[in-house]
């Protein structure tokens, strides 16, 4: 099955910077590639996602870029701001079932 | 418009006893899915549902666990006889249809077995 690597696990940033995450999945039949953020209690929210025709896409703040021949893709955010604090989780996928990554604990600092 | 639902939003339960979880997707979605979360962890495929069809429940870690759907809406995760390892949260999501499509998360049931 597939197999969805994250890192890092946690990343401090100071307000106004980037922020970058980074993900590598193990089948190279997935084809869709979602981001997920989730706030403490709530379920997890979709910010952006890119499928496999494309290699980069961006959403204001949100940019992800995918590599396919190295399977890796990664998650920028821009002009980070204290509401950008949360878990991110990335994914990979070729049919219905999204295999997740373990997560990456965001801080901005004010 | 209504997003995901999910109820109880948080349960204790004693080992041993039964639980039921209910999910209750976006209106007009086809697709349903179930999902654990552990402690620090990422989140767990349990069970897809295409309607009221599961096609698949590999991701189901016993056979205390099993889930059913109804009038292709509503859907039940039932465990029985609960373990202490079955703590964690439980979130459901939909999708319009199945493959590729957009999965829409609900808030989790907090489980906590003592």
């Known amino acids: 099955g597939e197999n969805v690597e994250q890192h890092p696990s946690t990343l401090s940033v100071q307000e106004g910077d980037s922020a970058v995450i980074k993900c590598t999945y193990s089948?190279?039949?997935?084809?869709?590639f979602p981001w997920y953020k989730q706030e403490l209690g709530k379920g997890p929210q979709l910010i952006i996602d890119?499928?496999?025709?494309?290699g980069e896409k961006k959403d204001q703040r949100i940019a992800v870029t995918l590599n396919k021949t190295a399977k890796h893709f990664s998650l920028h955010i821009t002009e980070t701001q204290p509401e950008d604090s949360a878990v991110y989780f990335c994914a990979a996928s070729y049919d219905y079932k999204l295999s997740f990554g373990a997560g990456t604990t965001v801080t901005v600092r004010a | 418009g209504a997003g995901v639902s999910q109820s109880p939003s948080n349960k204790v339960t004693e080992k041993g006893k039964d639980v039921e979880l209910r999910c209750d997707p976006i209106?007009?979605?086809?697709?349903l899915y179930w999902y654990r979360q552990s402690l620090g962890q990422g989140l767990e495929f349990l069970i897809y549902?295409?309607?009221?069809?599961?096609?698949?429940k590999s991701g189901l870690p016993s056979d205390r666990f099993s889930a059913e759907r109804t009038g292709g809406s509503v859907s039940t995760l039932t465990i029985q006889r609960t373990q202490q390892e079955d703590s964690a949260v439980y979130l459901c999501?939909?999708?319009?249809?199945?493959?590729?499509?957009?999965?829409?998360f609900g808030p989790g049931t907090r489980l906590l077995v003592l």
């Open positions: 999501a939909s999708s319009p249809q199945a493959a590729q499509e957009t999965q829409y």
């Open positions: 890119i499928r496999s025709n494309v």
């Open positions: 089948d190279s039949a997935s084809n869709y």
């Open positions: 549902f295409q309607g009221n069809s599961a096609p698949d």
């Open positions: 209106s007009g979605h086809t697709a």
